[in-house]
Nanobody
């Protein structure tokens, strides 16, 4: 029906940068809020960044000033630019989107997750 596909994860050194992308596909009427979450072993999944359909953004305290979320509505894509990466940023990053399908069903969609590892 609808699908979120993430890309851009990988291994990066502390202080480096990485850019994640998440593209929604399928039968989509509209997309409301989008966001990025991350999860590490032994910790709760946490909100990294969110963005509304109107472009209002918010960030988790640990990433403020370092990460930037953006979206391209024409491409149904959300991005996460990650700068000044720290080892504690390591985790699996999940894209989330509140989607209204072509049949006007509301779907809380999640990506498959992409691994981000910050290590020297």
């Amino acid at each position: 029906q609808v699908q979120l596909v993430e890309s851009g994860g990988g291994l990066v050194q502390p202080g480096g940068s990485l850019r994640l992308s998440c593209a929604a596909s399928g039968s989509i009427f509209s997309i409301d809020d989008m966001g990025w979450y991350r999860q590490v072993p032994g910790k709760q999944r946490e909100l990294v960044a969110g963005i509304t359909s109107g472009g209002r953004v918010n960030y988790g305290d640990s990433v403020k000033g370092r990460f930037t979320i953006s979206r391209d509505n024409a491409k149904n894509t959300v991005y996460l630019q990650m700068n000044s990466l720290k080892p504690e940023d390591t985790g699996v990053y999940y894209c989330n989107a509140k989607i209204v399908t072509g049949t006007l069903k509301r779907v809380d969609a999640w990506g498959q997750g992409t691994q981000v590892t910050v290590s020297s």
